[in-house]
Structure formats: C-alpha cells, structure tokens
C-alpha cells in the first residue's frame, strides 16, 4: 500500500529530495527518488498549498512526504487531507511529544485523527473500516532528533509504537552539541553512532534531513542511516549538459 513503508521496513537505504510547489514535481516524483518532501518548518510556503503538486504525484514511484511546522495537531491533519504519505515532525524532544505526533496521524481508535473521508492514494477498499486501518498502519511518522534532551530521550521516542525513522536535523543538532555546522568532529559523530543504536535497538530506520556538503552519503549509510534527502539541482544539471554533450554544436 506504501511502497516507502515497505522500504523503510526491509532495510533499504531510502532517498528522496526536497520540492517546493513552484516546480514540476511530477518529473522528479517520476525520476526514481523514493520520496519527495514538502517542508513547511523553513519555507514560505503552507501546507494548504500544497494539495496541487502532492496531486500530481499520484501513480508515480515516489511518495509525497511534508515536514508540518510544529507538531500540532490541525497541522498534521492539514498535511494528511492534502494526501501525504508521511509526515516529519521537528523538534520531538519526549515520547510524549512523540506520542501525540502518532496519534494526530492515526484515525481511532489508534489516535485523533479528525476524518474527513478519504484521503491520499491508498487504494480501493470495500468498506470504510479498512481504509481506516490502512491508513493507520502504512503512513510513516518520523520525528525529528535536534536537541539535546531529544538525545536524552532516544529509547523512549524510538519505543512509541508508531514512528518509523529517527530523524536528524543536522544544523540545529550540531548547535545543540556545542559545534555549529561541524558535522566532522568527534562530538557530532559520537550522537550519529548513539542515534544509529537506539534506531536499530528498536527496529527503526535511523535518518538524516540531509547529507552535509561535500560528505559522501555512503559514510552515513554504513554508520545505519538509511533515510536521507539529496539535492536534485546539481544531478539534474549533470543529466541535462551529458545529454547535450551528446549533440554536435
């Protein structure tokens, strides 16, 4: 029902690439990243703006995922009704923050999910009841690990039923440890290696939001982080000039 899940499940390393709705992400959604993320933490753009584009990714390979604002509720419930597939929550600090991100996702009686009849590309189903727990069973729910008291709490966050990936958030984290940006050091390594364990302690994918500059994602891979984005301009620009190279001019 959600290829993503299943892949996220089997061990797979994951990839996707952040979008925006001012692209033609039906080409990107098609180009075989395994997600496209629409983030609404850090950008201009709303939620509620971005049912249009997640529309045109419907029977493409990849899945629309959105990272909500903050982990409030009528956020979540925006992002779902528009048809994501997952959603990414920042700043999770507490298995309780992470408790109520899974079940503002979740339809009842696994959470509060406000229904308002069916939602996103999740199949054809023969009673309402079905697409219900479909729903509650294949969206994937990701918190994201950016503070110091998130690390202090990774068992328990990582233990709610419910969430899928343990996401960094590679700046504020590196704040947060005391070495700004310096994704290299000793200090920032030792949290990836402990984030990597308390994933894979529980059967979860351990994540990053992205592959810092100049760092081979391969690095992260073999360290258990299975769940990135990468940047789509410059692979989509090396594509263009080798088919143009190709040409006589």
Known sequence: ??????????????????????????????????????????????????QPSIQTMRGKQAAPLVRVAANQAYQICFALDAGARGIVVPMVNTSAEAEAAVRACRYF?????????????????????????????ELVIVPMIETNQSLENLDAIASVPGVDVLLIGPSDLSIEL????????????????????????????????FIPPEMDPNFFVQK???FFTMPW???????????LSGIKR
């Not at 499940?9 to 990839?15: D, E, F, L």
């Not at 406000?114 to 219900?132: I, M, P, T």
């Not at 700004?180 to 351990?206: E, H, M, V």
């Open 109 to 137: 009686p696994l959470g509060n999910r406000s229904n308002a009849g069916v939602r996103g590309e999740w199949g054809e189903f023969k009673n309402y009841r079905d697409y219900l727990d479909t729903v509650n069973n």
């Open 224 to 226: 258990g982080f299975k």
């Open 1 to 50: 029902m959600n290829a993503i899940k299943d892949a996220i499940k089997s061990g797979r390393t994951v990839v996707g690439t952040t979008v925006t709705p001012d692209i033609d992400v039906s080409i990107l959604a098609g180009a075989g990243y395994d997600f496209l993320l629409f983030d609404t933490q850090h950008s201009a753009w709303e939620i509620k703006q971005l």
């Open 178 to 209: 005391g070495v700004p940006l310096d994704y290299s050091c000793d200090t920032y390594q030792r949290a990836l290696d402990k984030i990597a364990a308390a994933a894979a302690k529980r059967g979860i994918a351990a994540g990053m939001y």
């Open 233 to 243: 301009g410059p692979w989509a620009k090396a594509g263009i000039q080798n088919g």
